[in-house]
């Protein structure tokens, strides 16, 4: 059967400040996610969170974009967000900055990730979920599950991998995009994705068939706000296994906690911590910046699953590594790099601090 998996997440209210989800609002959504199970409009589902963000895992036959899935998600994080407000929840509402929904949740603040399949005799995928950081923090990992021979062994010894992947790139300043194939072209991508503010992995597929393998949410939420809302907390669907990356080589990537941009108040740098569901709560300067891993297998649609991928003592060296890194990188303070480049800090709350003293500077002899 053709099934479609969407992922569609958005941060209606944190719990304390923007640390974690509010259960009452996950009892919210899955109430209403059952009654469109039993509708028929959805297979079946599982509400997650990660960090403050609120998180609709749904699968279906209607395939991506649909209008009635979105809306869906939509209702539901309006549902979510009455909840955030009767209980004063901080930013209750945040993501949601449309009034009206219009046949598609693109653009409205909630970030989302789809894909469409034909399932396989057995069909194994890897939901990733991060909070305090945006989409472009999955270039690195991506690269290593499908274009790095280091990462990953398949792409040496396996022959259903052994041409390589074509990555579907977007830039999100410019709203353009473009299809790069490894290992032809693994430097022109490289030079692309190096700049992961704006050069961002959309999709990958395998290139000896076009299956798609993996599909990230790339919504920049500041940039469409035109003002600062919060970093985009993005997600990601990896299929797994039999000719795509196995398992192991999809979490691989994860055991080096990369810098990325998020952290407190979006504008810091700071390590991608991979931990359980139970430790999905930044604190910490809120971070660091978290990634969790929901391991699924489908059968005829439905989800067996979620299995906490990153719960495993295989992963403590990276977390351990993380605090270290998060150690060094915070003494800069408000310090660049450990502060972002001023290019990124545009989308954040410091021009209007500039803005007030722009008229005492004067003129260098
Ligand atoms: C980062 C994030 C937090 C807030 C910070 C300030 O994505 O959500 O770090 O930016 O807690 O929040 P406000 O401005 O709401 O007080
Ligand atoms: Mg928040
Ligand atoms: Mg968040």
Same mark, same amino acid.
């Given at each position: 059967m053709r099934v479609t998996l969407s992922v569609i997440k958005?941060?209606?209210?944190?719990?304390?400040?923007?640390?974690?989800?509010?259960?009452?609002?996950?009892?919210?959504?899955?109430?209403?996610?059952?009654?469109?199970?039993?509708?028929?409009?959805i297979l079946d589902y599982r509400v997650m969170a990660c960090g403050d963000d609120l998180q609709l895992i749904m699968t279906h036959t209607r395939f991506i974009e649909d209008e009635e899935i979105h809306r869906t998600a939509w209702e539901t994080f309006l549902a979510a967000t009455e909840v955030a407000k009767q209980k004063k929840l901080y930013g209750a *509402? =945040?993501?949601?900055?449309?009034?009206?929904? @219009?046949?598609?949740? #693109?653009?409205? %603040?909630p970030g989302f990730a789809?894909?469409?399949?034909?399932?396989?005799?057995?069909?194994?995928?890897?939901?990733?979920?991060?909070?305090k950081t945006e989409p472009g923090a999955w270039n690195l990992p991506l690269f290593r599950m499908f274009a790095d021979p280091f990462n990953t062994a398949g792409l040496v010894i396996d022959p259903k991998m052994h041409d390589g992947f074509v990555f579907e790139v977007h830039d999100v300043i410019e709203h353009r995009k473009i299809k790069l194939r490894t290992p032809e072209e693994t430097y022109d991508l490289?030079?692309?994705? *190096? =700049?992961?503010?704006?050069?961002?992995?959309? @999709?990958?597929?395998? #290139?000896?068939? %076009?299956?798609?393998?993996?599909?990230?949410?790339?919504?920049?939420l500041n940039i469409m706000a035109g003002r600062y809302v919060g970093k985009d907390d993005p997600v990601m669907i990896v299929r797994c296994q039999s000719g795509f990356p196995a398992v192991g080589e999809v979490l691989e990537p994860f055991a080096f906690p990369h810098l990325v941009?998020?952290?407190m108040r979006g504008s810091h740098h700071g390590p991608l911590m991979p931990v359980g569901f139970t430790n999905a709560h930044p604190t910490?300067?809120?971070?660091?910046?978290?990634?969790?891993s929901? *391991?699924?297998?489908?059968?005829?649609?439905?989800?067996?699953?979620?299995?906490?991928?990153?719960?495993?003592?295989?992963?403590?060296?990276?977390r351990e590594?993380?605090?270290?890194?998060?150690?060094?990188?915070?003494?800069?303070?408000?310090?660049?790099?450990?502060r972002l480049s001023a290019d990124e800090m545009e989308y954040t709350t410091l021009p209007h601090v500039l803005e007030k003293f722009k008229d005492r500077f004067e003129k260098l002899e």
């Open positions: 958005a941060d209606v209210g944190g719990l304390v400040g923007h640390s974690r989800v509010h259960y009452t609002l996950m009892e919210k959504a899955r109430k209403i996610l059952e009654g469109k199970k039993k509708e028929g409009l *509402g =945040q993501d949601l900055l449309k009034d009206t929904f @219009s046949g598609n949740i #693109k653009g409205m %603040g789809e894909m469409c399949f034909e399932e396989r005799p057995s069909e194994p995928v890897i939901v990733f979920m991060a909070d490289l030079a692309l994705i *190096g =700049q992961p503010g704006r050069y961002v992995i959309k @999709s990958v597929f395998r #290139k000896s068939d %076009g299956e798609i393998a993996a599909v990230t949410s790339t919504q920049r941009a998020g952290w910490r300067f809120d971070g660091p910046p978290r990634v969790i929901a *391991g699924f297998q489908l059968c005829n649609g439905l989800l067996d699953g979620p299995i906490d991928m990153f719960d495993d003592p295989a992963f403590d060296r990276a590594m993380a605090n270290r890194i998060a150690d060094y990188i915070r003494r800069h303070g408000p310090f660049e790099p450990h």
